[in-house]
């Protein structure tokens, strides 16, 4: 995913991408130009099932990071994965 | 004879307890292991009281976490700079794709990987080298696709969570919600996914080029990747 957002930026589109704790820093050293990293299991990346808040929460932070950021940067996010009841 | 720690560790990765939310025991030691297993019996005690199984979920992690940040982790090749553009515009009137290493297709227009028909997930993690040995297909999924519709099979990550809601890794309906409030201008008519275990060197110099070129004909202006 990393070869391919650096393809992507490359050809003048804007990316961000994200990534879950455990592959942190392969997001760093692969040098994505924008990350954010989720305390999340893998495979879990954006939150867990119909988390929706969670969900959005960090698909907006990493939408804030598209606009907002400089420079290439990973910001880590601090909440921890919740299972929420859903059946 | 009694089957081994280190025998039972790596027989989750691929092997005969193959399961792929458990893979990582492979990359700890047997003291980690033995560690792992102890704090999590522990840990179940209390659960049988109260119920509360964040803290077995937790535990889990920090071992994912461990697995593959520690010396047996996963590897990843190095670069010095990284390619930097701006958004051109703002976000409220951008057009935004999503592209995924999910392994997401749509019902009835399955990829076929390897030419094979409706492949089981059982059959991709059973042929999870040769996924590793081959160019990925790019699989384009109309932005308005419900989620019932949407399928997932990866051979490399524990889909369960993707089964029950794709938005776990395949956040379609979560950035239609935010098209709805007008946060982005426009989400692109075609997001797309892939199996992300795939020939990293041949997406970098052959397939990414050519996908690129698909992304720039959509008019995308911005990209949300999410690894799986």
């Known amino acids: 995913m990393g070869h391919l957002a650096r393809l992507i930026e490359a050809a003048g589109i804007a990316t961000v991408a994200i990534y879950v704790r455990a592959f942190a820093h392969v997001a760093q050293a692969i040098r994505v130009p924008r990350a ?11 939150g867990a099932p119909h988390d929706v808040e969670r969900q959005r929460e960090v698909l907006l932070s990493a939408l804030s990071l598209l606009e907002t950021a400089t420079s290439p940067t990973v910001v880590e996010l601090p909440m921890a994965y919740r299972i929420v009841s859903w059946r | 004879m009694a089957e081994s720690l280190e025998d039972f560790k ?16 492979k990359r700890l030691s047997t003291e980690e292991v033995a560690d792992f297993l102890q704090e999590l019996i522990c840990r179940l005690g209390d659960t049988i009281d109260d119920g509360e ?115 776990v890794v395949f956040p379609l309906e979560r950035l239609r919600e935010l098209q709805a409030t007008g946060l982005i201008g426009e989400l692109a008519e075609r997001a797309y996914s892939f199996v992300g275990a795939t020939a990293q060197t041949r997406l970098l110099k052959e397939t990414g080029q050519e996908w690129v070129e698909r992304f720039m004909q959509d008019g995308l202006e911005a990209v949300l990747l999410v690894a799986a």
Do not use: C
């Open chain 2, 53 to 167: 199984a964040d803290r077995l979920v937790q535990l889990a992690w920090e071992y994912q976490v461990r697995a593959y940040t520690g010396p047996d982790g996963e590897r990843s090749p190095t670069y010095e700079d990284a390619p930097f553009v701006a958004l051109r515009r703002p976000l409220a009137n951008s057009r935004l794709g999503l592209v995924t290493s999910s392994g997401h297709f749509v019902e009835g227009d399955d990829p076929k990987p390897f030419g094979v028909e409706s492949m089981t997930q059982e059959e991709a993690m059973s042929r999870i080298l040769e996924f590793l040995r081959s160019a990925p297909q790019l699989t384009a999924i109309p932005a308005d696709t419900p989620g019932d519709r949407l399928r997932v099979r990866h051979g490399g990550y524990d889909i369960r969570g993707a089964q029950k809601d794709p938005n």
């Open chain 1, 36 to 46: 954010v990293v989720t305390r999340h299991p893998v495979g879990r990346t954006v």
């Open chain 2, 10 to 25: 790596n027989s989750f990765n691929y092997g005969s307890r193959s399961d792929l939310a458990f893979k990582f025991l």
